[in-house]
């Protein structure tokens, strides 16, 4: 494979991750809006909500069993507009039952999304023979930058959601479609057999297990800030409503530069030196929000929390494919059910103690959680542990 097709191939799959970033962010910052557009009451909301990550992890396992038979590449490149359709359709409806056909049809197909991208970025990151996969996420970061922004400007001028959705997909999808052109997988998937690729039986989940421990952990952590971040500034710190919409930017923005420059620091020192690095960083920010005295503090902690969750996801997926070479697939298509797991229990589990106890001791849980990464540090470094910076001899030429 020629360095100018893996420089190509990295492009396009940054893309698809910056597409998805912008996607998500557009559905999950106007969940208001759809709520009102579509008049759920507060009562069958939750259900909606617990619909998407639950039909995203059966996509996932769904994927897991079409890559057995059809590349990863081909599934992102349809899965992708499918999404953005989904999105699309959330906001052209106004039915109660169209809003539930396109939230499933989103949930189903982000599932085989974000499992394909993964197994794409871990195949190019052995090609590479280095880490490469926090920049994939670090666009996906940026990418939900720039939809929160898109979202606060369409609810700012209190644009419809199909106002505000539809020039995004107009854009978006023709782009994706045509950057779908140059996906490519590295050499060595795709010199393995297809039967060997799929191969349930060659992933022990005890081995495994770890690894989606610590997925969910550190999911966990990142829906108390998507979700509980703005309240708790607001009712626990009392900070203003204005100024309680800022932790989560600040979180996004430094979840953005750690992933930035987090492939140079595995790179320089290994990954499982900068997981532990970002998880002792989680946990002393989940500490320093529910000791905070005042706002500016407490958005102290939730910058040290975007610094330091940001590098566990990324790392968590390329460790999964280091582990399983020869099935590394199916790895991530198992392993990215836990990403749901935790975006499923972190904000009902914060909710539900700060309502019975208080919101302070309820982001102990998170930190403690998100501590217990440190047990399982040591799965980050299985054989081939390291990519690049004298830690592994490069397999291939270094492509930049």
């Not at 960083?281 to 905070?292: E, K, P, Q, T």
Request: proline fraction near 4%; charged fraction near 15%.
């Amino acid at each position: 494979m020629t360095d100018a097709r893996l420089r190509h191939g990295r492009a396009s799959l940054a893309l698809s991750f910056f597409v998805q970033g912008v996607t998500f962010a557009l559905l999950v910052t106007r969940i208001p809006a759809i709520q009102d557009r579509y008049g759920i009451s507060d009562g069958l909301l939750p259900v909606f909500l617990a619909a998407v990550p639950i039909l995203a992890g059966v996509g996932s396992v769904v994927t897991e069993k079409v890559v057995a038979r059809v590349r990863p590449r081909v599934v992102l490149r349809w899965a992708q507009p499918v999404v953005l359709l989904a999105l699309l359709g959330v906001g052209a409806g106004s039915e109660v039952w169209e809003a539930a056909l396109a939230l499933g049809v989103f949930g189903l197909s982000v599932g085989a999304l974000d499992a394909s991208m993964n197994m794409m970025g871990v195949s190019l990151q052995r090609a590479y023979g280095r880490s490469i996969m926090l920049g994939f996420h670090a666009a996906y970061s940026l990418g939900g930058i720039a939809g929160a922004s898109m979202a606060w400007a369409g609810a700012h001028w209190d644009l419809s959601l199909l106002v505000s959705y539809l020039p995004v997909v107009v854009v978006l999808l023709p782009v994706a479609f045509a950057g779908s052109r140059w996906y490519v997988e590295g050499k060595q998937e795709e010199e393995l057999l297809g039967a060997e690729r799929g191969k349930a039986g060659s992933v022990s989940f005890k081995l495994l297990m770890p690894l989606c421990l610590v997925m969910c952990f550190a999911y966990i952590g990142d829906s108390t800030v998507s979700n509980w971040s703005a309240k708790y500034l607001q009712d626990v710190l009392g900070s203003s409503e204005q100024l309680s919409t800022v932790p989560y930017n600040v979180y996004m923005v430094t979840t953005l530069l750690g992933r930035t420059v987090g492939d140079f620091g595995v790179r320089r020192f290994g990954a499982v030196a900068v997981v532990r690095f970002g998880s002792v960083l989680a946990a002393a920010g989940f500490g320093v929000v529910a000791v905070a005295g005042g706002a500016w503090v407490g958005m102290l902690g939730f910058t040290m929390l975007g610094l330091g969750l940001c590098v566990i996801v990324p790392q968590t997926f390329a460790a999964a494919g280091r582990m399983f070479p020869g099935a590394s697939d199916t790895a991530i298509a198992r392993l990215n059910i836990f990403n749901y797991v935790g975006f499923l229990v972190g904000s009902p589990l914060v909710g539900a103690l700060g309502d019975a106890w208080s919101y302070r001791g309820a982001m102990l849980v998170p930190m403690v959680l998100v501590l217990a990464t440190l047990v399982y540090a040591k799965s980050f470094g299985a054989e081939p542990a390291r990519y690049g910076g004298g830690h592994e001899r490069p397999r291939t030429v270094d492509v930049g």
